[in-house]
T-cell receptor, first 113, second 111 residues
Framework: DVKVTQSSRYLVKRTGEKVFLECVQD?????MFWYRQDPGLGLRLIYF???????EKGDIPEGYSVSREKKERFSLILESASTNQTSMYLC????????????FGPGTRLTVT | EDQVTQSPEALRLQEGESSSLNCSYT??????LFWYRQDPGKGPEFLFT???AGEEKEKERLKATLTKKESFLHITAPKPEDSATYLC????????????FGPGTSLSVIP
């Protein structure tokens, strides 16, 4: 079974802090994704990556950056956390580009105070 | 612009009471429509992929169908363990690997 893990289940940070969320998948998947999930809005794509050191903006990249130095690891960075970034963050991966189901991690519930 | 809506927002059923969830979509050239199940505090879990109108897929008490404008997730004789949020998502021809998710339907099955 594919396993996608995220570094923290719950995180509380202060406004202005730099926040790192890490995601690791163990099945040699090429593509990885970061979403945020908010009530009534569904999952919205922040960034995705096709390969090591490659990244593409999703629908809501403002205020975020990403890093993919190794194939199995995809990090989401909040350069200066703000209260409107309080959300559930979900990482996902797929084996390769195409029409493919996504495998999700358990999520990180981030609260910015 | 690709768009997905789901209805109802929430659904409460008695155990054994069959019903359907709706997913309406607008997309430029559908490549695939996905259904996921999400339990509270967890990430979504894949259920089905549908590729073209007329296609149907089944898994236990769940059956997904697809037309050119919408998809239905039929739940037959549901059990309390079917309680979850069900998400629909579409992948269009112009969006490459990007998938657009709907807001979900929260299903509660009462014993």
């Amino acid at each position: 079974d594919v396993k996608v893990t995220q570094s923290s289940r719950y995180l509380v940070k202060r406004t202005g802090e730099k926040v790192f969320l890490e995601c690791v998948q163990d099945m040699d998947h090429e593509n990885m994704f970061w979403y945020r999930q908010d009530p009534g809005l569904g999952l919205r794509l922040i960034y995705f990556s096709y390969d090591v050191k490659m990244k593409e903006k999703g629908d809501i990249p403002e205020g975020y950056s990403v890093s993919r130095e190794k194939k199995e690891r995809f990090s989401l960075i909040l350069e200066s956390a703000s209260t409107n970034q309080t959300s559930m963050y979900l990482c996902a991966s797929i084996l390769k580009s195409g029409v493919s189901e996504q495998y999700f991690g358990p999520g990180t519930r981030l609260t910015v105070t | 612009e690709d768009q997905v809506t789901q209805s109802p927002e929430a659904l409460r059923l008695q155990e054994g009471e069959s019903s359907s969830l709706n997913c309406s979509y607008t997309v430029s050239g559908l490549r695939g429509l996905f259904w996921y199940r999400q339990d509270p505090g967890k990430g979504p879990e894949f259920l089905f992929t549908l590729y073209s109108a007329g296609e149907e897929k089944e898994k236990e008490r769940l059956k997904a169908t697809l037309t050119k404008k919408e998809s239905f997730l039929h739940i037959t004789a549901p059990k309390p363990e079917d309680s979850a949020t069900y998400l629909c998502a579409v992948q269009g021809a112009t969006s490459y690997d990007k998938v657009i998710f709907g807001p979900g339907t929260s299903l509660s099955v009462i014993p």
